[in-house]
C-alpha cells in the first residue's frame, strides 16, 4: 500500500515562511517525478511545483518563482516544498503527490495523492 503524508503546515503571517515535507511509503519513489499541488475554495487543483525523478529539472508556477523550492531526498523517500514570503493569496491545501513519469506538472500524470495539509497566511 502506497501513502504519502505530508506535514509543516500551519498558519502564518504574511511575509513569513514554512517547511512542507511529503513522506512516502509502500515503495520506493526514486525513478518517479513528485509535485506540490495546492487547492483553495472554489478553484481547482493546481501545480505548484514539481521536481524530476533525478532532481535535476524541476518547475515552478510563476505565482511562487522565487519564493517556494521544491527538493527532494530520494534515500528518505521525501519530498521538500520551502515557502518563504508567503502570501495571503498562498493559503490553501498543499498536496504532495507521485507520477510514474520521469517528471510531471499535469494533475492528471500523477497517480498518488497525500491527504494534504493546510496553509494559511494572515495579513
Known amino acids: 500500500q502506497v501513502q504519502l503524508v505530508e506535514s509543516g503546515g500551519g498558519l502564518v503571517q504574511a511575509g513569513g515562511s514554512l517547511r512542507l515535507s511529503c513522506a512516502g511509503s509502500?515503495?520506493?519513489?526514486?525513478?518517479?517525478?513528485m509535485g506540490w499541488f495546492r487547492q483553495a475554495p472554489g478553484k481547482e487543483r493546481e501545480c505548484v511545483a514539481a521536481?524530476?525523478?533525478?532532481?535535476?529539472?524541476?518547475y515552478y508556477a510563476d505565482s511562487v518563482k522565487g519564493r517556494f523550492t521544491i527538493s527532494r531526498d530520494n534515500a528518505k523517500n521525501t519530498v521538500y516544498l520551502q515557502m518563504n514570503s508567503l502570501k495571503p493569496e498562498d493559503t490553501a491545501v498543499y498536496y504532495c503527490?507521485?507520477?510514474?513519469?520521469?517528471?510531471?506538472?499535469?494533475?492528471?500524470?500523477?497517480?498518488?495523492w497525500g491527504q494534504g495539509t493546510q496553509v494559511t497566511v494572515s495579513s
Open positions: 521536481i524530476s525523478w533525478s532532481g535535476l529539472n524541476t
Open positions: 503527490a507521485v507520477s510514474s513519469s520521469t517528471m510531471a506538472m499535469l494533475r492528471t500524470e500523477y497517480d498518488y
Open positions: 509502500g515503495r520506493t519513489f526514486r525513478s518517479d517525478a
